[in-house]
């Protein structure tokens, strides 16, 4: 397997990858993305229009691509500083209290979102590296890649100096908990959202 950062070369950014990599991104942001977004249609389209906008969380120019020995892509890791996720996560709001607009009910949808994001999601420390989104290959699930991208991913923040490396995982999600955890990221709480039918856990790894 290969390894491309894609904020060192943009230009292998394109419309094309984004429409590849897309469903898998959306899968690796449920069960929260749908709740969110209130349709998983609606969140699959507005996933990959967010991918495309740098301010996003979402962007796929912050992401980690795993390509296989035929050059297809297998697998994405989307992440930024803790510092970046708090600016990236109040512009993804804009742009989703612009989405729904003086929609019946927007305030109440409003209010909903805010609340359970507080919720599920405890801050993240600004010099930390938060993994945002871990998503692979529909196809290829199974085969150890999720492992693989974390890994080199915790190997490539150590050397950039970040202290500590962080996550937020739904806690149905067993099987990836139980791979972080033997990646040496452990739970550092665990949260039941009362807005939504939602539960998540936080994880961290310090890697100094």
């Avoid at 977004?37 to 962007?59: C, L, N, Q, T, V």
């Avoid at 804009?94 to 927007?106: K, V």
Wanted: charged share 30%.
């Amino acid at each position: 397997m290969r390894f491309l950062n894609l904020w060192e070369d943009e230009a292998t950014v394109s419309s094309e990858l984004v429409e590849k990599v897309r469903p898998w991104v959306h899968d690796a942001s449920n069960p929260f993305a749908d709740w969110y977004f209130g349709d998983a249609e609606i969140a699959a389209e507005i996933i990959g229009e967010w991918m495309e906008r740098p301010s996003s969380e979402f962007y796929i120019g912050r992401g980690i691509v795993m390509f296989d020995d035929d050059g297809e892509p297998r697998g994405i890791l989307i992440g930024m500083s803790g510092a970046e996720v708090a600016k990236c996560r109040m512009a993804d709001f804009a742009a989703f209290c612009e989405e729904i607009g003086d929609e019946p009910g927007a305030d109440e949808v409003i209010d909903q979102v805010v609340t359970a994001s507080r919720e599920l999601f405890p801050p993240i420390r600004d010099d930390a590296f938060y993994i945002s989104r871990i998503a692979v290959d529909r196809n290829a699930r199974g085969r150890g890649l999720g492992r693989q991208l974390v890994r080199y991913t915790i190997e490539l923040k150590r050397k950039e100096g970040f202290p500590r490396v962080r996550l937020d995982v739904s806690a149905d999600n067993v099987g990836a908990i139980r791979v972080y955890n033997s990646l040496g990221l452990e739970t550092i709480s665990r949260a039941q959202s009362k807005t939504a039918p939602l539960e998540y856990c936080a994880m961290a790894l310090d890697v100094e």
